[in-house]
């Protein structure tokens, strides 16, 4: 089991910063996959960013630019760097982990929530 416990969400301008948090219970390293979702009411979780266990990461077309997305291995957390943001990046954001094999697992944060003002 891997507990993930979001943090660093809340109210900011538009053209501002945040930087969101993803602490795990157990040793980052042995996670294979990190990633941030991010969920608006009636639309689906859509993948923002996501950095694998070497430190690989990919941003959404949406998210290069502005976010950067990174991970402490003696933290334990992965963070997610948000630069200029924009109103449409209000959301609820998640952590999830990926530990792949057979069979593989998932798990995700609680969420933390981001609201963008214009």
């Known amino acids: 089991q891997v507990q993930l416990v979001e943090a660093g969400g809340g109210l900011v301008q538009t053209g501002g910063s945040l930087r969101l948090s993803c602490a795990a219970s157990?040793?980052?390293?042995?996670?294979?996959?990190m990633e941030w979702y991010r969920q608006t009411p009636g639309k689906e979780r859509e993948l923002v960013a996501s950095?694998?266990?070497?430190?690989?990461?990919r941003l959404a077309d949406s998210a290069k630019g502005r976010f950067t997305i990174s991970r402490d291995n003696a933290k334990n957390t992965m963070y997610l760097q948000m630069n200029r943001l924009k109103p449409e990046d209000s959301a609820v954001y998640y952590c999830?982990?990926?530990?792949?094999?057979?069979?593989?697992?998932?798990?995700w944060g609680q969420g933390t929530r981001v609201t963008v003002s214009s």
């Open positions: 157990r040793a980052i390293v042995s996670l294979n996959l």
């Open positions: 950095i694998t266990n070497v430190g690989i990461p």
């Open positions: 999830h982990a990926l530990i792949s094999g057979t069979p593989s697992y998932n798990y």
